[in-house]
């Protein structure tokens, strides 16, 4: 099952339009600066996960790919 969401999720980045994907990528990055601020580093660590899903604000397609 994990397995699977993985590959819907990238599958579904990949098809994600320019300004919806920086949209997500600054909310992540809003999450990333909270999670910094919780005393329970799990918060850092599963932000940090899906920050590297996702990529940081500014990143292209181009360079998402190179991680995948």
Avoid: H
């Avoid at 099952?1 to 990055?29: C, D, F, H, Y």
């Avoid at 005393?39 to 998402?64: A, H, R, T, V, Y």
Wanted: aromatic residues 6%; hydrophobic residues 45%.
């Amino acid at each position: 099952m994990n397995k699977w969401l993985l590959t819907v999720l990238t599958k579904i980045i990949a098809m994600a339009s320019p300004e919806i994907l920086e949209g997500v990528r600054k909310l992540v990055q809003e999450m990333v600066d909270r999670a910094a601020a919780t005393p329970n580093p799990w918060d850092d660590i599963f932000i940090g996960l899906l920050q590297m899903l996702i990529g940081k604000p500014g990143d292209s397609k181009e360079q998402m790919n190179d991680y995948r």
